[in-house]
């Protein structure tokens, strides 16, 4: 099998084939060819603490250098909701505890918070879809590749701190008109997720989860609002 090469972000990334045994193969569908995602949020590595504090190009860089690329959104979708297309990734409704994220700050939904505390990867068994996939929901929120409001990457799934009832694996969270990011920013709170596949990254795949919500009823509000 050949090497990979694309840019993105500026990053020319050369893929070979990296140890799939340590991620999950998640079958393709007529829009989204197959592909690998990480069974744990990166290093992908039980009972590690994930990553934290990257900006979206830092997340790109960690994956680059375990022969990987950051996910698309439909991507990690997929992979979050499962077969079933659950809107958590352990079931249709919230059940508190399950991950690691807050039931008590239905206040508070901001990527600046300065104290937000991790666990290891792992540590919530149960936090986990149908494919196998741990804490897609809670403890760090993950960049992703996208085009939403015209960046180039979005947060998914909260963080510790995020309250159980925001952070699903639609995206609804990361796309409420009064969620603000820039993709430069070292976020606290912030990690990721690697992807792996044999097809070559496309502009239309990064931009098929933004293109298939403006199409459906799970927008909420107008894109450019």
Not at 1 to 10: A, H, I, S, V, Y
Not at 21 to 45: L, R, W
Not at 131 to 138: E, L, N, P, S
Not at 162 to 180: F, K, L, N, Q
């Amino acid at each position: 099998m050949g090497m990979l090469t694309f840019w993105t972000l500026g990053i020319r990334v050369v893929l070979g084939v990296p140890d799939l045994t340590t991620m999950v193969a998640i079958e393709g569908t007529s829009e989204i060819p197959s592909y690998y995602i990480d069974q744990f949020e990166y290093p992908n590595v039980l009972g590690a603490i994930p990553i934290s504090g990257l900006s979206l190009d830092d997340a790109q860089r960690a994956c680059a250098s375990v022969e990987k690329r950051v996910c698309t959104a439909v991507e990690w979708r997929r992979a979050c909701m499962g077969q079933a297309s659950l809107k958590y990734s352990y079931g249709e409704e919230v059940v508190t505890g399950t991950c690691h994220q807050s039931p008590a700050q239905n206040a508070t939904h901001t990527s600046m918070m300065s104290d937000v505390a991790f666990v290891p990867s792992g540590t919530f068994p149960n936090c986990t879809s149908s494919y196998g996939i741990v804490d897609m929901i809670g403890n760090v929120e993950e960049w992703v590749l996208d085009d939403w409001k015209g960046m180039d990457g979005m947060l998914e799934g909260g963080a510790s701190y995020t309250h159980e009832s925001y952070a699903d694996c639609t995206g609804r969270y990361s796309r409420m008109p009064d969620y603000r990011l820039t993709t430069d920013q070292k976020i606290v709170s912030a990690g990721t997720r690697c992807c792996w596949s044999e097809t070559l990254l496309t502009n239309s795949l990064v931009k098929l989860d933004r293109q298939n919500r403006l199409e459906s009823s799970m927008q909420d509000a107008p894109y450019d609002s």
